[in-house]
């Protein structure tokens, strides 16, 4: 069981707080190779310390917070998960990493908790500073008596409906908690004096912070709303203990790339991920050792899988608070620029192509000119064919819907979709059929490569001839994040 201490850390509220080296791990310190596990935990420690640096403005920084958060999920999910399946079959490739598994792990989980540690330091600092800037987080006993009536008010409306409180007994097994999965352990009083212990599990649909009525940006934590109404749910019963829970599991997938039948395969694999082992059960502060065995009995983690934080858990959620205030909590705003000899030729991607090749530099130019390139393509009635990989993208993806209309318009549209983008495998899929279900030639790529490049090939009958229009680049066709 790993405790998340803070008192050991600098103390400082602006300071930067350097990355610690990376130190080699057993046979590494022969051959100066640093270990991939303990320099991704070093870069995310970089991203952390950009939370650290008073330079930025508030949010920015609590943003930081956020995405260290969400990327050592991620990391524990797959990485951690690789490293314990390597020591649990008692696999070692001493050619691909001198370390032996379990000293990695070792050294794995000694970095992590100094890395959770240091952002429970952090998110104090930035919340109290974010209040005197008009941006609160606030918790059950900070309320007043309109906030009190509001947090009730829509604890009967919209939380209530949504939850399924169960009682942990014989007849009401533990349930099955999702990876991610969110919830508030309670241990109970009824009028007789015995005790019993339940569990409300919070839907990751839900919003994690509720805002409050009345002036200025006051949010309180949805688990904090549930505690305060526990009255609704359990009557006649005391609330000896509470807390939260979160629980991170297994995500890497195993998938035969040699199958017949990928797709099929890997939803196979997907199936079996989500109800892969507990990598992490990570648990806010808590005053009782027996509650806390209780829950990993239920779950079945061992102890060295428990994280005792002593704050706030799901620290990723934090983004949702980087909208609310005043615009000089945040970066400016960056407006970008769109390619002037697009412009030139009247919006004419082709035209402007013609006459010479275009190099867009994002995120300073705009990634709408790609955008536009592909409507354009789909729209234009001499395009004869279209080509295009599809790595990662949005649910609701204008690229996908320009390929569906050109297929629809009877164009011959083929697109590579690359199913294995860790996290997004199920959307591609989806994406992949509705792709088919259009017209569009669906493939899948090499099995033993991934391919991360922005590529689209447009033929259009010109009147010299067929003339081929090609778009080139790293990364992916995701309409946000290829802007950065």
């Known amino acids: 069981m790993n405790s998340i201490d803070t008192a050991s850390l600098p103390e400082g509220h602006d300071e930067l707080i350097s990355t610690p080296?990376?130190?080699?791990?057993?046979?590494?310190?022969?051959?100066?190779?640093?270990?991939?596990?303990?320099?991704?935990?070093?870069?995310?420690?970089?991203?952390?310390?950009?939370?650290?640096?008073?330079?930025?403005?508030?949010?920015?920084?609590?943003?930081?917070?956020?995405?260290s958060a969400n990327n050592l999920d991620e990391f524990m999910m797959v990485r951690v998960a690789g490293v314990k399946h390597q020591v649990a079959r008692g696999l070692h490739d001493s050619e691909a990493s001198p370390a032996h598994p379990a000293d990695v792990l070792n050294s794995i989980n000694n970095r992590v908790a100094a890395l959770m540690a240091r952002q429970q330091t952090v998110l104090p600092k930035l919340l109290d500073a974010l209040s005197g800037a008009g941006v609160s987080l606030v918790g059950q006993d900070d309320l007043n008596a309109e906030e009190t009536a509001f947090v009730e008010e829509y604890f009967e409306r919209e939380i209530l409906p949504v939850i399924a409180p169960m009682t942990i007994d014989p007849a009401h097994p533990f349930p099955f908690i999702a990876n991610r999965g969110f919830g508030v352990?309670?241990?109970?009083?009824?009028?007789?004096?015995?005790?019993?212990?339940?569990?409300?599990?919070?839907?990751?649909?839900?919003?994690?912070?509720?805002?409050?009525?009345?002036?200025?940006?006051?949010?309180?934590?949805?688990?904090?709303?549930?505690?305060?109404n526990m009255n609704s749910i359990f009557p006649d019963h005391e609330l000896v203990e509470h807390f939260a829970f979160r629980v991170l599991r297994d995500s890497e997938l195993e998938v035969d790339e040699e199958a017949e039948d990928l797709v099929a395969t890997f939803e196979t694999a997907l199936k079996a991920r989500r109800r892969g082992n507990v990598i992490a059960l990570q648990i806010s502060s808590s005053r009782s050792d027996k509650a806390i065995r209780g829950l990993c009995e239920a779950m079945d983690v061992e102890e060295e899988g428990v994280a005792l934080i002593g704050g706030m858990i799901g620290l990723s959620d934090l983004s949702q608070l980087c909208s609310l205030g005043d615009e000089s909590l945040r970066f400016p705003s960056y407006k970008a620029r769109f390619p002037?000899?697009?412009?030139?030729?009247?919006?004419?991607?082709?035209?402007?192509?013609?006459?010479?090749?275009?190099?867009?530099?994002?995120?300073?130019?705009?990634?709408?000119?790609?955008?536009?390139?592909?409507?354009?393509?789909?729209?234009?009635?001499?395009?004869?064919?279209?080509r295009q990989t599809l790595y990662r993208t949005m649910p609701d993806s204008p690229i996908v819907r320009a390929l569906i209309s050109a297929a629809e318009s009877g164009k011959s549209v083929t697109a590579m979709?690359?199913?294995?983008?860790?996290?997004?495998?199920?959307?591609?899929?989806?994406?992949?059929?509705?792709?088919?279900?259009?017209?569009?030639?669906?493939?899948?790529?090499?099995?033993?490569?991934?391919?991360?490049?922005?590529?689209?090939?447009?033929?259009?009958?010109?009147?010299?001839?067929?003339?081929?229009?090609?778009h080139c680049g790293t990364g992916n066709y995701h309409p946000i994040t290829a802007k950065i």
Request: aromatic fraction near 8%.
């Open 21 to 67: 080296p990376i130190p080699p791990i057993g046979r590494e310190a022969e051959c100066q190779l640093i270990n991939r596990e303990i320099s991704w935990l070093a870069f995310n420690e970089r991203v952390l310390a950009e939370a650290e640096n008073s330079r930025h403005p508030l949010l920015e920084r609590l943003r930081f917070v956020a995405i």
């Open 340 to 386: 002037e000899r697009i412009r030139d030729f009247g919006g004419d991607c082709f035209a402007a192509i013609s006459s010479k090749d275009i190099l867009v530099h994002h995120p300073y130019e705009s990634f709408d000119v790609v955008l536009q390139f592909l409507r354009q393509a789909a729209e234009d009635p001499k395009v004869v064919s279209i």
């Open 185 to 228: 352990y309670l241990v109970l009083k009824n009028p007789k004096g015995s005790e019993s212990n339940a569990v409300i599990l919070l839907s990751s649909n839900m919003k994690r912070f509720i805002n409050l009525p009345g002036e200025g940006n006051r949010v309180i934590p949805l688990e904090d709303c549930v505690i305060l």
């Open 417 to 470: 979709v690359e199913i294995k983008a860790r996290f997004d495998e199920e959307l591609n899929i989806r994406l992949a059929r509705d792709l088919e279900r259009a017209g569009v030639q669906v493939v899948y790529g090499f099995v033993d490569l991934k391919t991360h490049a922005k590529l689209s090939l447009v033929v259009r009958q010109e009147e010299t001839g067929l003339k081929s229009y090609a």
